[in-house]
């Protein structure tokens, strides 16, 4: 972990004034300990040595009285400014990873670990406050205020200046392994915090359903043991940093024992004078103070350091750029050829052989076992998942492109997503949209429309059935509706977008038969208006409305010798529905 991250530098651009101000601080903050320590040993020896009085001292004693004050005023400034700095730079440090995040889409990680991804955005950049505002003014003192001792220091007597050279560099040791060890306690904090983030996202989501089982009390445990955990990582860090600081600060003293022991001896024999050898003793802390703050601070900062490295792994994961080429207007037709899709950190590709056309007003879907890539395949579609073989391709027209060379915004404004886990758009107006909004999104489309699509999704009547019909707030995150609900108003945002090609990820596995017939008569409308559909499907009914069916395996899952029938692929997704 190391004291300063050159990527904040690059991600959080404030940082770069910020340290700026900071060493200014530095050195006038160096400047007035070397003038208190003469005006201060000044004012000693004249009152002790000499026997000057009040009125001979006068002067001197406001000088340190106004020294003692400018110190102050600028410890204020300081930490005015870190305060600042911090909300600056952790504003920006938020945004750029909500803009990578978003960039880096289903397939990156907010949708493997949504839970990790919330805490590491607002608690874990949140804990960088404690780098800004002590750390890192307390590391810039730290470089300039012992050496601005040294020098002053080495002026008055070597031998107190070899003293503390020799002393000095052994806290910056113990720091550093008292730091590696520190580093594997937070870590492991981090770890149990994402773990229960993630596992609390998953249990309230899940609510409803564990409720109905009756499996709701059986997670209290769990909630507990994860933060029980927590607890105690947490506690096992504030006991290590405490046992860090008495060490640094008994380092620190035993260094100025021996620069006063050195100092007194030579007084007693008359080698050093005495305005010197108390110049010395009083300057002599001051070039440990910095050094052991530093490491009381390190522990406040280590966690928000832990946080910013993996924000910048974020950061640093490659987003897809696309290219600037942009399709003509016109049904689209996806060419899929040999695809083969691997992300880092994976021995096996999640994606691999996959060969198809998909056609305009024709419905393709896309079956196999769980880990087969079949959502893998959407997101390459999509754009959010680059190939390592083989290509995936859009053509209009005989025009073929590359997914990869297109222009992913305008290509992706032509395309109509429903995930597995449906999500309501965000409001202009305020966080939670109406169900207008939800359905027309970006699209200019009159209430006759949006009323014809939530028919056609099988959500009309329910819809009128709010106080306020289209009208009606949706709570955040969809909060009042089920998720059957929430898959048939994503279901009719696509049916009422004037796309030319709509992906659906099991678009009916949380509905009743009744509705599910409604949702596949209405994907076949959108087929019969000349639209490109492709489904991911496990359930017989959108098996059968299908033009083709291709079958993806789990690679190293054992492959049949010949292409699957329909029957046997409506077979196989009978039984796999009459499991769920």
């Known amino acids: 972990?190391?004291?300063?991250?050159?990527?904040?530098?690059?991600?959080?651009?404030?940082?770069?004034?910020?340290?700026?101000?900071?060493?200014?601080?530095?050195?006038?903050?160096?400047?007035?300990?070397?003038?208190?320590?003469?005006?201060?040993?000044?004012?000693?020896?004249?009152?002790?040595?000499?026997?000057?009085?009040?009125?001979?001292?006068?002067?001197?004693?406001?000088?340190?009285?106004?020294?003692?004050?400018?110190?102050?005023?600028?410890?204020?400034?300081?930490?005015?400014?870190?305060?600042?700095?911090?909300?600056r730079a952790k504003q920006q440090l938020r945004e750029s990873a909500l803009t990578h995040v978003l960039a880096l889409g289903p397939a990156g990680p907010a949708a493997h670990s949504p839970g990790e991804t919330a805490a590491l955005i607002t608690r874990g950049i949140d804990a960088l406050?404690?780098?800004?505002?002590?750390?890192?003014?307390?590391?810039?003192?730290?470089?300039?205020?012992?050496?601005?001792?040294?020098?002053?220091?080495?002026?008055?007597?070597?031998?107190?200046?070899?003293?503390?050279?020799?002393?000095?560099?052994?806290?910056?040791?113990?720091?550093?392994?008292?730091?590696?060890?520190?580093?594997?306690?937070?870590?492991?904090?981090?770890?149990?915090?994402?773990?229960l983030s993630g596992h609390f996202l998953d249990l309230v989501s899940g609510l409803p359903t564990l409720k109905a089982f009756g499996r709701a009390r059986s997670q209290v445990a769990a909630i507990r043991g994860i933060g029980d955990r927590y607890r105690s990582t947490t506690m096992g860090v504030l006991r290590v940093s405490f046992l860090s600081s008495l060490a640094l600060e008994l380092l620190a003293t035993l260094s100025v024992a021996l620069v006063a022991v050195s100092v007194g001896l030579r007084l007693a024999e008359g080698q050093i004078t005495y305005p010197v050898a108390l110049f010395v003793l009083l300057l002599a802390p001051e070039a440990y103070l910095p050094l052991r703050l530093v490491g009381q601070h390190f522990h406040a900062a280590a966690e928000g350091l832990g946080a910013a490295d993996r924000v910048f792994t974020i950061l640093e994961t490659p987003a897809p750029t696309g290219g600037d080429v942009a399709l003509p207007a016109g049904p689209v037709t996806v060419v899929v050829e040999d695809l083969r899709v691997s992300y880092p950190g994976r021995p096996d590709p999640a994606l691999a052989g996959a060969t198809f056309s998909a056609l305009p007003g024709t419905v393709t879907a896309v079956v196999g076992g769980s880990g087969g890539g079949k959502s893998t395949l959407l997101n390459a579609i999509l754009g959010f998942a680059g190939p390592s073989h083989g290509r995936v391709a859009a053509s209009v027209d005989g025009?073929?492109?590359?997914?990869?060379?297109?222009?992913?915004?305008?290509?992706?404004?032509?395309?109509?997503?429903?995930?597995?886990?449906?999500?309501?758009?965000?409001?202009?107006?305020?966080?939670?949209?109406?169900?207008?909004?939800?359905?027309?999104?970006?699209?200019?489309?009159?209430?006759?429309?949006?009323?014809?699509?939530?028919?056609?999704?099988?959500?009309?009547?329910?819809?009128?059935?709010?106080?306020?019909?289209?009208?009606?707030?949706?709570?955040?995150?969809?909060?009042?509706?089920?998720?059957?609900?929430?898959?048939?108003?994503?279901?009719?945002?696509?049916?009422?977008?004037?796309?030319?090609?709509?992906?659906?990820?099991?678009?009916?596995?949380?509905?009743?038969?009744?509705?599910?017939?409604?949702?596949?008569?209405?994907?076949?409308?959108?087929?019969?208006?000349?639209?490109?559909?492709?489904?991911?499907?496990?359930?017989?009914?959108?098996?059968?409305?299908?033009h083709q069916i291709v079958r993806l395996e789990r690679v190293g899952a054992p492959q049949a010798s010949d292409e699957p029938t329909r029957e046997a692929v409506l077979a196989a997704a009978t039984i796999r529905t009459a499991g769920w």
């Open 1 to 87: 972990m190391r004291p300063l991250d050159p990527r904040l530098l690059r991600y959080a651009r404030s940082t770069r004034g910020f340290i700026a101000l900071a060493v200014v601080l530095g050195v006038v903050t160096a400047v007035l300990v070397i003038v208190q320590a003469r005006l201060l040993s000044d004012v000693i020896v004249r009152v002790t040595a000499e026997g000057a009085g009040w009125p001979e001292v006068r002067d001197t004693a406001v000088a340190v009285l106004g020294v003692f004050v400018a110190r102050a005023l600028l410890a204020w400034l300081a930490e005015v400014a870190a305060v600042r700095a911090s909300a």
């Open 399 to 546: 025009v073929v492109v590359d997914v990869g060379s297109l222009d992913l915004e305008a290509w992706r404004a032509r395309i109509a997503w429903l995930p597995q886990r449906a999500q309501l758009p965000g409001s202009d107006v305020s966080g939670a949209p109406s169900v207008g909004e939800a359905v027309r999104l970006r699209t200019p489309a009159s209430d006759d429309a949006v009323w014809r699509a939530l028919e056609a999704a099988g959500l009309a009547d329910e819809i009128r059935a709010l106080p306020s019909g289209l009208a009606t707030r949706l709570e955040e995150d969809g909060t009042g509706l089920s998720v059957g609900q929430l898959q048939r108003l994503s279901l009719a945002r696509a049916l009422v977008a004037p796309v030319d090609l709509v992906l659906l990820d099991e678009p009916t596995a949380a509905l009743d038969a009744r509705t599910e017939s409604a949702v596949v008569g209405a994907i076949q409308r959108l087929a019969e208006r000349g639209t490109t559909v492709i489904v991911v499907a496990h359930r017989p009914a959108l098996v059968e409305i299908a």
């Open 129 to 195: 406050d404690g780098y800004y505002a002590r750390y890192l003014p307390q590391l810039v003192l730290a470089v300039i205020v012992p050496v601005a001792v040294l020098l002053t220091v080495l002026g008055q007597d070597l031998l107190s200046t070899l003293i503390i050279a020799v002393t000095l560099p052994l806290i910056p040791v113990f720091m550093a392994l008292i730091g590696m060890y520190t580093k594997t306690q937070v870590d492991r904090q981090w770890r149990t915090l994402a773990v």
